[in-house]
């Protein structure tokens, strides 16, 4: 079993109905993957195994017994970000993470590039504990227009699905005005055009922004230059709904 790629499907178990989401979760992943990848939800000892065990940990978190006395506190690319608004997201992420590494022993995991500092943490844990795996990122799926695919666009009103691809449009425009400046890149020059992103969301209808940001793309430590690979990240509202995307700055 330990050859096929295993797909994590996680999510805030506070969030949603347990057992049932688990399981929705790991039947849409096969719509919004490669073959070879969705193929690897729908292997019956993967999927047995790994929902047995996610189950378990799920309903027990949902149920307020947290059930480890032992715990991973992540730093690095776990600040900021997501952090400043779910201040335990990723402390519970990693724990629940590495018991499923080291529960099912895959050689590779993937996970999705749209939930980019989940991305980054996760292969910082791997890399900081030795785990005797590898971590690739899956690109994100695009609707036609550049909508990220996610299960949270189901929730936008009719309007508010026209206005959506403009979070993916600003982060464009900020990462064109970006590459623009070039080798003299500053920290404020690329502020000021992440500035330049939150007020397009603004204009277009977006509610309420909670960060579109530029960050070192292995780190996701502030920018200090024009010297490394570099990723644009937003967080923003639309209604009741939260979209998050990010793009690489090339």
């Not at 999927?47 to 996610?54: D, H, M, N, Q, Y």
């Not at 947290?66 to 402390?91: K, S």
């Not at 189901?154 to 403009?166: D, G, K, Q, S, V």
């Not at 055009?193 to 940001?213: N, P, Q």
Request: hydrophobic letters at 45%; aromatic letters at 6%.
């Amino acid at each position: 079993m330990s050859r096929e790629p295993v797909l994590q499907a996680l999510r805030n178990p506070s969030s949603y109905e347990l057992t049932p989401r688990v399981e929705v979760m790991t039947q849409n992943a096969s719509t919004l993957m490669p073959p070879w990848e969705a193929d690897s939800t729908n292997h019956p000892l993967v999927k047995e195994r790994v929902l047995s065990i996610a189950l378990e940990i799920f309903q027990r978190i949902g149920a307020g017994r947290y059930p480890f006395a032992t715990r991973i506190e992540p730093q690095g690319a776990a600040l900021g970000l997501e952090t400043d608004f779910r201040p335990h997201f990723f402390g519970g992420v990693t724990t629940v993470v590495a018991k499923l590494f080291n529960q099912v022993t895959p050689d590779i995991a993937l996970f999705g590039e749209k939930d980019y500092q989940q991305l980054a943490v996760i292969r910082q844990v791997v890399r900081d504990l030795n785990l005797p795996l590898r971590i690739v990122g899956a690109p994100t799926v695009r609707e036609a227009d550049g909508l990220a695919m996610s299960s949270r666009n189901r929730y936008l009103t009719e309007t508010e699905r026209h206005i959506a691809p403009n979070i993916y449009r600003a982060l464009k425009a900020a990462a064109a005005g970006i590459v623009t400046v070039g080798d003299s890149l500053t920290r404020e020059q690329a502020e000021w055009h992440c500035s330049e992103a939150v007020r397009m969301l603004i204009a277009v209808g977006f509610t309420k922004i909670d960060y579109v940001s530029v960050h070192d793309a292995e780190t996701l430590a502030p920018i200090e230059g024009a010297n490394r690979a570099m990723r644009l990240l937003a967080a923003a509202w639309l209604g009741k709904t939260r979209l998050i995307d990010n793009i690489a700055v090339e």
